[in-house]
Nanobody
Framework: QVQLVESGGGLVRAGGSLRLSCAAS????????MGWFRQAPGKEREFVAA????????YYADSVKGRFTISRDNAKNTVYLQMNSLKPEDTAVYYC???????????????????WGQGTQVTVSS
């Protein structure tokens, strides 16, 4: 059974940092692009960052560029999101996702991803 499990969320003060992890199981994901999205209460799910299958190509939302870094470890079937200089507006449930198309580049549209984790809450206090 294919499964994505996010971890690393929590409560942090503005200016702080968190590192999210997404561990994939049930399949080898080294050929697939992976992404992070977030959804705040009352808002639509929005793109945060994405990475291609090799880790050599990344793409960020303007709102997080320069503060967040996406990376992956294909040997561990895991993708990470390092979040620095967090702001209250970063508060949301963060989801990782997988685009099950071989050797795809990073994508920013949720419908381009077929697999989703259950999400992890990130709360940034002012």
């Amino acid at each position: 059974q294919v499964q994505l499990v996010e971890s690393g969320g929590g409560l942090v003060r503005a200016g702080g940092s968190l590192r999210l992890s997404c561990a994939a199981s049930g399949r080898t994901f080294s050929r697939y692009a992976m992404g992070w999205f977030r959804q705040a209460p009352g808002k639509e799910r929005e793109f945060v960052a994405a990475i291609n299958w090799s880790g050599g190509n990344t793409y960020y939302a303007d709102s997080v560029k320069g503060r967040f870094t996406i990376s992956r470890d294909n040997a561990k079937n895991t993708v990470y999101l390092q979040m620095n200089s967090l702001k209250p507006e970063d508060t949301a449930v963060y989801y990782c996702s997988v685009r099950t198309v071989d050797y795809s580049g990073p994508r920013k549209v949720p419908s381009d991803y077929e697999l989703w984790g259950q999400g992890t809450q990130v709360t940034v206090s002012s």
